[in-house]
Structures are given as C-alpha cells and as structure tokens.
C-alpha cells in the first residue's frame, strides 16, 4: 500500500512555484524583478504566461512568447519565468500573475500573486507662508504635495533650520508656542513673537526620495501697521468717492438749470398794449394813439 495519501500528489508529478517576495516595492523609473521560480515540473516547455490585474481587470502582460500589453518594450521574461520591468511607472501599481502550465505533469497547474507597489517622489509643494503678521496674533502656515507616493511626510525650516515636531522636547525652541502636524504639513503658531520672523520653506519627503518649495520670508510688526494703513486707505477712498457724488450731483444742477434758461418762453407786446390780468376787466394804454 502507497505510503502517500489519497489526495496527495508528489511533488515530481506536479508543478509548483514559488516566489521571493509577495509584496514588491519599487521606486518610479527604477528597474524591478518579479520571481516566478519553478520549483517542480517534469514538462520540458511549460506555457508561461503573466497577467496585470488593476481594479479587479485582468490583462496580458506576457503571452505567446512575448511582453505584451502595458509592459510592452519595458520588459523582458527571465529564466525561469521572473518578468524583469526595466523602468516601473506609477501606472505599473498592480497585482501580477504568474501562470504556468505543464501538460505532462500530473498536477498540470499551478499559479502564484505578487502586489507591486510603485513608490512615487514627492514634487515641489505648495507652499502658503504669511507675509506680515503682528506680534501675539495667531498664523498657519500651509504646505501641500499630491503627487508622491506613498503619501509624503512634511517637515517645515525656520533659516534653515529644522523646527522639530514638538518644540518642548529641544531647549532651542522650548519657548516657541508652535504646532506642526507632519501629515497635513500645516505649521500653526499660537501666538507670534517677534523671533518668529525670517525665512520658511516647507520640505515633502517619502521612501522614494523629497521636495522643498522656495523661501519665503513672514515679518512680524509690533502694531498693525497694515490695518491702519488699510484703514487710512479705506478713509480716503471714502472720501475721493463723496467728493465725485458731490461734484457729479452738482453738474447734473447745473445742467438742469442752463436747460430750463434756454427752453423759457418770454410774453410778447402786440401794438404798445399793456394787458392787465383778466380779472380786472379792463385794460389801459401804455402810449396814446395820434389820429
């Protein structure tokens, strides 16, 4: 009686694979391998194939002999089936299939998934740093990056130095009165002294490599001056705009007044008669007639 089981199929008779790594990290532009390694098979030309699955979409990617589909001239098959990407996009984030078959194996077969994630280089962030600001208010200072992946860490730099994520725990900045939060990049001062002017800029960093935005400069003032000078902008605004109502109004009186000259009708004399109002019934002569 075999000593084997039933169900169980000897490893000579049957294809199996194997891979080094389930979860494959690789960074933009970088070449990467995925292993499809054939640790059994007694057929001597198996039928490879490699398929791309992105959202639940299977799609050839090594078919006939031959790259195809999105890894079309940017991929080669390696023995004995690893498919070697020579320079991976943030498109190529995917799962991936390796499919052999071996007809002259008992177990005929057999398949293996790899995830591959394509890390991603942070771009330039956007960067929103306050121009002037006045001592004891409170400011946020923003720092934004879409692009990298996985999503960035953000780290802010006061002339040129790194201002640490909690400034109690560094007696250079244990009396500064700041919060950063490293996942939304936003730098938020609670109430602004005047150490806190000078040069900014925001850096955006993943395992993929990091991206600053330009200096920028916030100045801090003891009075705000800015509201009064927007207010006394404001005042003579005000008062440019009566003036122009007042001289308008004027002219429009002015208009109104030559208008009415020219369009009065003076009462005639007919023959030297003066007429009297004709509730006196009468009239008299203002020279006497010569017969």
Request: with cysteine; glycine share 4%.
């Amino acid at each position: 009686m075999s000593s084997h089981s039933c169900g169980h199929i000897p490893s000579a008779l049957g294809v199996i694979l194997r891979t080094t790594d389930k979860i494959v990290w690789a960074n933009e532009f970088e070449p990467i391998e995925l292993t499809c390694l054939i640790e059994s098979i007694s057929t001597n030309n198996p039928r490879i194939e490699w398929k791309k699955i992105k959202d639940g979409i299977p799609s050839y990617v090594y078919f006939q002999n031959k790259i195809a589909g999105d890894l079309e001239n940017r991929a080669q098959l390696r023995e004995p089936a690893n498919i070697l990407i020579f320079n991976t996009t943030r498109s190529d984030t995917a799962e991936y299939r390796c499919e052999v078959a071996a007809i002259d194996d008992q177990r005929d077969f057999d398949e293996i998934l790899i995830s591959l994630a394509v890390r991603v280089k942070p771009v330039v962030p956007r960067c929103s740093v306050p121009e002037a600001v006045t001592v004891g208010t409170s400011t946020e200072l923003r720092c934004l990056e879409n692009e990298g992946f996985p999503a960035p860490q953000y780290r802010w730099f006061h002339n040129n130095e790194e201002l640490p994520q909690d400034p109690k725990n560094s007696p250079r900045f244990v009396n500064f009165s700041y919060t950063i939060n490293p996942d939304t990049g936003s730098l938020k001062f609670r109430r602004v002294r005047k150490e806190d002017a000078g040069e900014y800029y925001c850096q955006a960093k993943n395992d993929a490599g990091h991206a600053q935005c330009p200096t920028q400069v916030m100045e801090v003032y003891d009075v705000d001056i800015i509201g009064i000078v927007l207010k006394c902008l404001g005042g003579v605004s005000v008062v440019i705009i009566l003036m122009a109502f007042l001289c308008s109004i004027r002219r429009m009186c002015l208009q109104y007044k030559c208008h009415n000259e020219n369009h009065y009708n003076w009462p005639t004399q007919n023959n030297g008669v003066e007429y009297a109002d004709a509730d006196e019934g009468h009239f008299r002569h203002k020279s006497s007639f010569i017969i």
